[in-house]
């Protein structure tokens, strides 16, 4: 069939015997592109959507699409998984923002869907916990820098401006807190 | 994707603050699903503004105390204090001068023999120097040029005409700057960079032209109110109330799902708009704008937005774009946020012909656009090399 790749033994990246794992009704590969891309789909839905419980719940709608797709060999090819979970959040989060808040009720059983690991989303919730920690440390005019630059949008000269600052100084200590935070609760990203 | 350090902190700073286009968000966010370190760095990012918003009214309303400064009162109350005595001992100085005794200096010796060692001369012990410390201006930088502003009466006693505006007596406006209010204003400068030592005490002329610029090119963000969700159609096409209160003129482009689409995203991208938070809106307005490429009042935002953002040269389009409706409500305000985009990409001319179109147009603009147009034709002139006269030769 045309929408069908064949998968050469020795040559198929990872993601693509992850998807033919899928398509071959491999329960625990379903269970690893879930704990692979959902993160991934969380942090683009929250983005989006600027509201983490609506992210939270398009993730899984996400996820439930992604594998219908699979399982049906929908995805023609299979070393775009990423761009193909990539498009599906947006279609299904452009959808979401165009009814406001509502959604098609799922078919699928709940113990056909893995969820989200909950020891990591454990993690997440007390890293942005710790984070909070972290912010309440710095001084005032620290935390007005961030609020100003990364929640205001503002850039550095307005800052500076508002603030009676000069450049240098803002961008020094914006990007010394970014790095420390950085540091601290993300240390892959530090690589 | 170059996702080494520290282009990534960059990379996901812009990518949560809205500043990418759609394509390379999209190549992003395929980029995150398959990269751990950006994943968490985005997470991060994100738990971090989450936190500030939560955090946003507290830390709008504190007063930031700078380590040795006094508070902003203390500190304006001691200045003119300070600048009093200073003139007066500086008059009276001039009518009785005083000998002020010196210690002595420890001779020098010379680090050569065989050579004099320097002479100390006193010091300036007749002039009194009153410092008002005060934080250095922040330099501003349009194209190659860059400007360092000088603080006058940094350090000498100022002369009694010192305009009230020195810096160092700038009492510091944060707590009512950083509080939202009704007039959401917000400044937005040229793109500025690395800036240059702060020690001239003039300016050379073409830094003085840049400094100009760079305040005429200021942009105010111009006051949204919600005032309903309807949108003014053609004729042939209604599909709903005329909305009042706004400037509104939304041409509706065929197909009923894209125009909820757009007016969805429109009024989510206003909703950033009025909590100022302009990147946001405008990546929601680029949406919008997709969706219906010819609605004006979403052109119109995120033109304005992306000035407020300091990205003038992508402004261009969506204001020029509603120049092609002559009978527009937003046509003053194009060309007068056109000019302004201009004057931030220091084409004067172009800044000058826009002005001219927007004093043109009968509109609230039309103080600004002519007000704004003598400037930036005063600097154009100065622009201008003098004519030489010619030279007439003495006669033998």
């Keep these: 069939m045309a929408d069908e790749q064949t998968i050469v033994p020795g040559t198929a990246t990872p993601e693509a015997m992850l998807v033919e794992r899928i398509r071959s009704g ?12 959902q993160r991934a789909v969380i942090a683009i839905a929250t983005f989006r959507t600027h509201d983490r419980e609506a992210a939270r719940d398009l993730s899984q709608e996400v996820m439930i699409a992604v594998l219908k797709a699979l399982r049906e060999g929908q995805l023609r090819e299979v070393n775009k998984l990423a761009a193909f979970i990539q498009g599906t959040a947006r279609n299904l989060i452009n959808n979401h923002l165009r009814k406001q808040a509502s959604r098609a009720e799922v078919e699928l059983a709940a113990d056909e869907t893995p969820g989200a690991d909950p020891v990591e989303e454990a993690e997440l919730a007390e890293r942005r916990r710790l984070i909070q920690i972290e912010l309440r440390s710095f001084n005032t005019t620290d935390q007005q820098i961030l609020l100003l630059s990364l929640v205001d949008g503002h850039s550095l000269a307005v800052v500076a401006q508002r603030l009676n600052l000069s450049h240098d100084a803002v961008r020094a200590r914006k ?16 690589r | 994707m170059d996702c080494r350090q520290p282009e990534r902190d960059e990379l996901v700073e812009q990518y949560l603050q809205g500043q990418m286009s759609s394509s390379a968000q999209d190549e992003f966010e395929v980029h995150i699903l398959e990269c751990s370190a950006c994943l968490q760095a985005v997470e991060t990012l994100q738990a971090l503004r989450e936190g500030l ?8 309303s504190e007063v930031p105390v700078r380590k040795g400064w006094f508070r902003w009162q203390w500190a304006a109350g001691l200045a003119v204090l300070l600048i009093v005595l200073g ?9 009785r001068p005083v000998q002020i005794a010196q210690p002595k200096a420890p001779a020098l010796s010379s680090p050569v023999p065989g050579i004099e060692p320097p002479q100390q001369t006193p010091g300036p012990s007749d002039q009194v120097v009153i410092t008002v410390p005060g ?10 040029v860059t400007v360092t502003a000088t603080r006058v009466g940094s350090e000498e006693v100022p002369s009694p005409d010192v305009k009230a505006g020195t810096p160092e007596i700038t009492i510091d406006k944060t707590p009512t700057a950083l509080m939202p209010d009704e007039k959401a204003v917000a400044h937005a400068s040229p793109k500025d960079t690395a800036p240059q030592p702060n020690s001239a005490t003039s300016q050379p002329v073409d830094e003085e032209l840049a400094k100009e610029l760079f305040l005429l090119g200021d942009v105010q963000a111009p006051a949204y109110t919600f005032s309903g969700f309807a949108a003014t159609v053609d004729k042939s096409q209604k599909t709903g109330p005329r909305r009042k209160g706004t400037d509104a003129a939304v041409s509706i482009t065929p197909g009923a799902g894209n125009l909820a689409q757009g007016r969805v995203y429109f009024e989510q991208a206003m909703g950033a708009y009025v909590d100022r938070r302009y990147g946001n809106a405008a990546a929601l307005l680029e949406e919008a704008v997709q969706a219906q490429p010819n609605a004006e009042d979403a052109n119109f935002y995120l033109g304005v937005c992306r000035l407020l953002v300091a990205r003038p040269s992508d402004a261009i389009a969506p204001l020029t774009k509603i120049l092609a409706n002559p009978k527009s409500p937003f046509t003053q305000s194009a060309h ?9 990409t220091q084409d004067l001319a172009q800044a000058e012909e826009h002005l001219r179109a927007a004093d043109a147009v009968p509109g609230r603009l039309s103080t600004q656009a002519h007000s704004l147009l003598g400037k930036v034709q005063a600097l154009r002139a100065r622009q201008q090399p003098p004519l030489t006269p010619p030279t007439t030769l003495a006669p033998n």
């Design chain 2, 135 to 144: 934080p250095p201006p922040p330099p501003k930088k349009m194209g190659d």
């Design chain 2, 53 to 60: 918003e939560q955090e946003a009214q507290r830390i709008r």
């Design chain 2, 87 to 95: 003139v007066g001992f500086q008059s009276y100085r001039h009518r």
């Design chain 1, 175 to 190: 990007s010394r807190m970014v790095k420390k935070i950085m540091k601290k609760f993300a240390p892959l990203s530090q």
């Design chain 1, 26 to 37: 491999d329960r625990s590969a379903e269970e690893e592109l879930v704990q692979t891309y």
């Design chain 2, 336 to 344: 007068f946020y056109l000019a302004k985009a201009f004057i931030q």
